[in-house]
């Protein structure tokens, strides 16, 4: 395509998720409590960690980390998409598109992208910017680049879904081998764990191994990783630890003296 016959794209337009007025009302409320649960639960526990010595360990230290990143992905496309649903023309700057997929992805596949010239199409079917719609607006072939990325994205999503989904089962195995009454508890607290896995890498491996990319499906599962997971991570990982709740409990104890003294 002669990128002389047509003006530069600065900004793109968001088609997000639907154009009722009354399915946008709702899309508002459940997506706004989601989002403030997951920071407000994220934000406690990095607090609690931090503040605690008696947590000052590698575990938590992974489970402090965990929560951070997940505010961080909660806080990268979720504000602007609540807001969005209210606006006639959902519009986001090419700027800003590139941040978006810098803090979602590895700063290796961004240096692939970052240079694209942008000259037609700045229409994108989505409620936020990631790698395949983003190129495909590109005013050049991408076809080479287009298979670089979904191979890219697609092993690391599968094998990291695959190496996890085959460490839960080594954990049960080894764990019926020793005990045949843990099994059961092993089991419990897995399959939550299993739970959050599927939500996450299950829409990230169909958004970049999915044979029909025209499909908007992908969109829709966007949202598990980018809102449903974060909620959930603080609820599976953390709040079910007996630990974690002591810890709480000692730092709302504190807060409570704090306030009460003269």
């Known amino acids: 395509m002669d990128a002389g016959n047509h003006s530069v794209v600065s900004e793109f337009f968001?088609?997000?998720?639907?154009?009722s007025w009354e399915i946008q009302i709702l899309l508002f409320l459940i997506f706004t409590i989601f989002y403030v649960a997951s920071m407000l639960g994220n934000l406690l526990i990095v607090l609690t960690i931090i503040s605690d010595h008696h947590l000052h360990s590698p575990l938590y230290f992974l489970l402090a980390n965990l929560s951070f990143i997940d505010t961080g992905v909660s806080s990268i496309a979720t504000p602007k998409m609540i807001y969005d649903l209210f606006r006639k023309y959902k519009v986001i700057s090419l700027?800003?598109?590139?941040?978006?997929?810098?803090?979602?992805?590895?700063?290796v596949q961004l240096a692939f992208v970052v240079n694209l010239p942008f000259c037609g199409a700045n229409k994108m079917d989505s409620f936020y910017c990631d790698f395949p719609r983003f190129i495909k607006?590109?005013?050049?072939?991408?076809?080479?680049?287009?298979?670089?990325?979904?191979?890219?994205?697609?092993f690391i999503?599968?094998?990291?879904?695959?190496?996890?989904?085959?460490?839960?089962i080594f954990i049960?195995?080894?764990v019926r081998k020793h005990s045949s009454g843990g099994l059961a508890k092993a089991l419990s607290t897995l399959s939550a764990h299993i739970t959050v896995v599927v939500f996450f890498f299950g829409p990230c491996i169909i958004v970049y191994v999915w044979p029909f990319p025209n499909l908007s499906i992908d969109k829709f599962l966007a949202i598990f990783y980018v809102i449903i997971t974060p909620f959930l991570n603080p609820i599976i990982y953390t709040f079910r630890n007996k630990e974690m709740k002591m810890a709480m409990r000692r730092l709302f104890d504190k807060v409570l003296c704090f306030?009460?003294?003269p």
Do not use: E, P
Request: charged content about 5%; overall charge positive.
């Open 95 to 107: 700027k800003g598109c590139i941040t978006q997929m810098f803090f979602i992805h590895t700063v």
């Open 157 to 168: 999503s599968m094998g990291t879904f695959f190496i996890l989904i085959v460490s839960y």
């Open 259 to 261: 306030r009460k003294s």
């Open 14 to 19: 968001l088609m997000g998720l639907a154009s």
């Open 137 to 154: 607006l590109a005013c050049i072939d991408t076809y080479s680049l287009q298979f670089l990325i979904m191979a890219n994205s697609g």
């Open 172 to 174: 049960l195995v080894t």
